[in-house]
């Protein structure tokens, strides 16, 4: 695989970066992934201007410009030969030079990292008529979830709980109320309403959310933006997540107990189909 380092195309054995990264030490860093399909980077605009956000909410300068990032996507869409897969892209506050909680100078050069992952049948993914199961677990993370740091600990614990008791993945619950899922934005549907949490710093706000949102809305389907608690979604029609790998994927079980008839329903079914036509 051809990587992208700071301004170089490189062998991934190749690609080295300090023990003294802050992205390292610190997990001091913000990241995207960003969907492939056909050969076509999918959401572009939508990830580049969270990346943005990210880096000033964390006083961080975005080291390049639009079409340089653009140009690097498909640069390594290009010598990679992806088809269906996703490009990652992280930027940290780079080597300090020594650790610590302090920042680095503000011309302290930052570390830019690319790289593709193949994911052929991404697409075409099997879960989609299956559903997957969740488990809820307490949402035990930073409280600025708005930004999509490195900081990726709690949700990989939580992933790992699912897998420890036989379910695909984790919904993170505060207060009483589902926040979203381990790397997903969660929903339900009741009598045709469709139901997500409203946007805030508990949550990222999802690329994939969005237009899908907007979709919804353009096909006269009702939204409504409000937290719900696990037992609501228990006796809910349909739930279903949404990320850039995932697209939308419907959910059939949460904490053991199958939704309605326990099978994939007709708004995740169309929802995901109106997904990949529209945002292809
Ligand atoms: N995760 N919520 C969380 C906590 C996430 O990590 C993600 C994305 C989403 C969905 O956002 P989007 O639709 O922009 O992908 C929601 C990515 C895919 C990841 O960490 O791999």
Redesign the pocket.
């Known amino acids: 695989r051809t990587v992208y380092l700071n301004g170089e195309y490189l062998p991934e054995a190749e690609a080295k970066v300090s023990i003294f990264d802050r992205g390292f030490v610190m997990a001091d860093g913000v990241y995207e ?1 960003t969907s492939v399909l056909d050969g076509k980077i999918l959401e572009f605009k939508g990830h580049l201007a969270r990346l943005g956000r990210s880096l000033s909410e964390l006083g961080m300068g975005n080291p390049l410009s639009d079409d340089e990032w653009l140009a690097i996507h498909r640069k390594l869409v290009e010598l990679n030969n992806i088809d269906e897969g996703l490009i990652y892209l992280q930027v940290t506050r780079g080597n300090a030079g020594d650790r610590d909680f302090a920042y680095p100078p503000q011309d302290t050069p930052q570390t830019v990292v690319l790289f593709t992952q193949a994911k052929p049948g991404l697409a075409d993914n099997p879960v989609a008529k299956t559903g997957m199961r969740v488990i809820s677990v307490p949402d035990l993370r930073w409280s600025r ?1 708005d930004i999509k740091t490195v900081q990726l600990l709690y ?1 990989s614990m939580a992933k790992m709980e699912a897998k420890a008791r036989g379910a695909d993945d984790a919904w993170l619950v505060e207060d009483g109320f589902v926040t ?6 969660v929903y339900i549907v009741k009598d045709g309403t469709i139901i997500t949490r409203q946007l805030s710093t508990d ?2 706000h ?4 969005a237009s899908l949102l907007r979709y919804a809305a353009e096909a006269q389907m009702q939204v409504i933006e409000r937290p719900f608690t696990i037992e609501e979604a228990q006796s809910a029609d349909e739930a279903f997540l ?4 995932a697209f939308v994927l419907p959910v059939v079980e949460i904490d053991g107990v199958k939704l309605a008839s326990g099978n994939v329903g007709p708004v995740a079914t169309r929802l995901r189909e109106l997904y990949l036509e529209e945002s292809m």
């Open positions: 992934v979830r949700p979203e899922g381990t790397s997903n934005n949550i990222l999802g690329i994939t959310r949404t990320s850039a790998s």
